[in-house]
């Protein structure tokens, strides 16, 4: 099935450092959402995005929706260990309220 | 406030059994949704419901493969003569039914991991 682009694929940081991801994709979309998820559990929503250009925080997390429509991005500040997990952003768009996932960021956080 | 609900949490099963797995939504969602999982790879679409009508499906699902949502409420995915392909995460979705696609969000529930020996 169709996946988009998401990268890095993983990466390691030590605790406190800040951390970018983003995710591409061939078609436009309406909406993003970023999601978290941990071993053996369902995504977690962590961010919603609704407009071209808009910036949205959630505590540590900001992410944006990119103003092309094909894109967005997710900046975790001051990682703490907990962070850790695969992050997932998903798109929806094209008169369909199907979502179309990433192949997510995996996050390993060094205390 | 209870969130969306899957049973059971894992399912093993032996090649050519038929397996069926039930989701119960947030409670005020009529949109209702199944993805598939494998390992390393993100969710993938399998069809959504709005109430009771199935208005969506895709080509991952397979003739074995039949979704229901019979009252509008929970939703079940049946598999029939499974294969070992079909081992994954398979999880379920609800949203609430605004007609506004931008605002169509999407909570998972925690999955059924279905291993096939």
């Known amino acids: 099935g169709q996946q988009l682009n998401q990268s890095p694929q993983s990466m390691f940081i030590q605790e406190g450092e800040d951390v970018s991801m983003n995710c591409t994709s061939s078609s436009i979309f309406n909406t993003w959402l970023w999601y978290k998820q941990d071993p053996g559990e369902g995504p977690v929503l962590l961010i919603a995005?609704?407009?071209?250009?808009e910036l949205t925080s959630n505590g540590r997390l900001t992410a944006q929706f990119g103003i092309t429509r094909k894109d967005s991005f997710l900046n975790i500040s001051a990682s703490i260990p907990s962070d850790v997990g695969i992050y997932f952003c998903a798109g929806s768009g094209g008169g369909t309220y199907k979502y179309i996932f990433g192949t997510g960021t995996r996050l390993k956080v060094l205390a | 406030d209870t969130g969306v609900s899957q049973n059971p949490r894992h399912k093993i099963t032996k090649r050519g059994q038929n397996v069926t797995f039930r989701c119960d939504p947030i409670s005020e969602h009529n949109r209702l949704y199944w993805y598939r999982q494998t390992l390393g790879q993100g969710p993938e679409f399998l069809t959504y419901f709005q109430n009771e009508a199935q208005l969506e499906k895709s080509r991952l699902l397979s003739d074995r493969f039949s979704a229901e949502r019979p009252k509008g409420s929970f939703s079940t995915l049946e598999i029939q003569r499974t294969e070992q392909g079909d081992s994954a995460m398979y999880l379920c979705?609800?949203?609430?039914?605004?007609?506004?696609?931008?605002?169509?969000?999407?909570?998972f529930g925690a999955g059924t991991r279905l291993s096939v020996l």
């Open positions: 979705a609800s949203s609430l039914g605004t007609p506004d696609y931008s605002k169509n969000i999407q909570y």
């Open positions: 995005l609704y407009k071209a250009g």
